[in-house]
């Protein structure tokens, strides 16, 4: 099956701007989808597609994907934006697979 | 607004088989095109996409569990349900239950929402 990779960890200071990647050869034919996860508490859906957002995320959170690389952008990261991150996507067999994680540290 | 609530019991011996029940509400499991999904994360671990099942009964799971791993569907009750057999301490985890979305041109997909989780340990 495919593999989805991530840094194992990112940090950004608080108000600035960060890339969260995610590489993977499944992202040149199927967009990555990115949840959020903090300590304790089940994943949460904040960018899918070519760049949407669920209802109730930010607008500092953004996606873009190039090439087999998908990233997630966060404009002005906030105190509230440390957590773990992790990428999905699926593959031409219909199967599904979450890329490695990042954990993002705001300083 | 849809909820999804896993139960089921939190120890397992090991050799036996792992059941979990996902209880949908706010929604029909038999409206929309999505998929009734089961993930799961062993403690300190990653994100491991387990399998999904259509309201209509096709499923797809991962190829690394297939052979040990059932899901089905009950749509009078809006339920969905997780079987693992033969487990070990391998599969300790938090084992959650989400809604999977996807576009016309199966280009797009989502997971949203999620259960809150289910801790499941095997242990003797």
């Known amino acids: 099956s495919s593999e989805l990779t991530q840094d194992p960890a990112v940090s950004v200071a608080l108000g600035q701007t960060v890339r969260i990647t995610c590489q993977g050869d499944s992202l040149r034919n199927y967009y990555a989808s990115w949840y959020q996860q903090k300590p304790g508490q089940a994943p949460v859906l904040v960018i899918y597609?070519?760049?949407n957002r669920p209802s109730g995320i930010p607008d500092r959170f953004s996606g873009s994907t190039s090439g087999s690389t998908a990233s997630l952008t966060i404009t002005g990261a906030q105190a509230e934006d440390e957590a773990d991150y992790y990428c999905n996507s699926r593959d031409s067999s219909g199967d599904y697979v979450f890329g490695t994680g990042t954990k993002l540290t705001v300083l | 607004q849809v909820q999804l609530q896993e139960s089921g019991p939190g120890l397992v011996k090991p050799s036996e088989t792992l059941a979990l029940t996902c209880s949908v509400s706010g929604a029909s499991m038999s409206s929309g095109t999505y998929y009734w999904s089961w993930i799961r994360q062993p403690p300190g671990k990653g994100l491991e996409w387990i399998g999904y099942i259509h309201y209509r009964g096709s499923t797809n799971y991962d190829p690394s569990l297939k052979s040990r791993v059932t899901i089905s569907v009950d749509t009078s009750k809006n339920q969905f349900s997780l079987k693992l057999s033969s487990v070990t301490t391998a599969d300790t985890a938090i084992y959650y239950c989400?809604?999977?979305?996807?576009?016309?041109?199966?280009?797009?997909?989502?997971?949203?929402?999620w259960g809150q989780g289910a801790l499941v340990i095997v242990s003797s």
């Open positions: 597609g070519q760049n």
């Open positions: 989400a809604r999977a979305g996807i576009t016309g041109t199966v280009t797009t997909s989502w997971f949203d929402p």
